[in-house]
């Protein structure tokens, strides 16, 4: 049995769909169930119960899961592991502007707990730059938010988060229980500097065109609203300085986390990341 094969087979059986674990995986349909039928024909027995309603794995399928995921495991350990040796065993992580969420903290510790030889580099990146240098090959991987441009980049998000208008505390709508973005008309809304990414813009912009002062970084956005009483939007949850509160916009988009890398990257310590990533960022996080 090869790896890749037990990789296409370990994806099928998580998505229990063969079009989400083709796309999970970054290939079509056809040669991903043509891997799985040989893989069958190799065990000599089926490891699905296909049906028109989905898939499960056979009694023997569940037996190979336990036995893949623990094979891939230990390769992916021994990769890294040689790679350690050799003084290559480093990763580049850009974060935007967004390290206090809780889903950073728990990833860092879980993966400095998993590869504790792996010398791993932050970049903590401003709001002018979603992909946080990924295409100017600043960093491996990213812990982001879009929406950008991510033509040449895999995307796989980990969590939307509801956003919510950041007002004064003085502010009379910083009353509210909820807001829509048409009970924002005609305020300011920070702006980022020209060259950014408009589809970033114009998300942080409520979909429209607005004006308002250019800002870099998030403490820039908090002092605007500060000073100059201008809109900022931020997901629910996360702190607000005192002095500003936060209040539900029910008609905007969540904002989503997730994590980024250049197409085609076969790095193992990005794969690692991400499966990493996936199960800090449940909320809750699962039981060790």
């Known amino acids: 049995m090869e790896l890749r094969t037990l990789r296409y087979f370990v994806a099928v059986a998580e998505e229990r769909h063969f ?4 796309a999970r995986l970054h290939m079509s349909q056809p040669p991903l169930s043509r891997a799985i039928r040989q893989l069958e024909s190799e065990v000599g027995a089926p490891l699905f119960d296909r049906s028109p ?8 399928g569940m037996v190979l899961l336990d036995e ?3 094979l891939l495991d230990q390769a992916e350990r021994a990769t890294v592991r040689v790679a350690a040796a050799a003084g290559t065993a480093n990763l580049t992580v850009g974060i935007l502007g ?3 969420d809780p889903g950073v903290t728990r990833l860092a510790a879980a993966y400095r707990h998993k590869h504790p030889e792996v010398d791993i580099r932050i970049r903590d990146t401003d709001l002018t730059d979603p992909t946080c240098g990924l295409r100017a090959g600043l960093v491996d991987v990213a812990v982001t938010r ?4 991510d033509t040449a980049l895999t995307v796989h998000e980990l969590r939307a988060d509801p956003v919510g208008a950041v007002l004064r505390a003085d502010d009379p709508l910083a009353r509210r229980d909820h807001l829509t973005l048409a009970d924002l008309a005609g305020r300011h809304w920070f702006q980022f500097p020209d060259g950014t990414d408009p589809t970033w813009q114009t998300y942080w912009n409520g979909g429209r065109t607005r004006e308002g002062p250019v800002v870099r970084v998030v403490q820039e956005c908090v002092q605007a609203v500060l ?3 201008t809109v900022g939007i931020s997901p629910l949850g996360h702190s607000v300085p005192e002095g500003l509160g ?7 988009a969540p904002s989503r986390v997730v994590v980024a890398w250049n197409e085609g990257d076969a790095n193992p310590l990005i794969r690692s990341f991400v499966q990493i990533a996936t199960i800090a960022y449940l909320d809750p996080p699962p039981r060790q």
């Open 53 to 60: 309603t989905g898939i499960g794995l056979t009694r023997v």
């Open 246 to 252: 936060t209040v539900p916009l029910i008609d905007m």
């Open 227 to 229: 000073w100059n009483g």
């Open 98 to 100: 967004d390290g206090t």
């Open 146 to 149: 879009p929406p950008f441009d």
């Open 19 to 22: 079009g989400r674990a083709a």
């Open 68 to 70: 893949a995921r623990a």
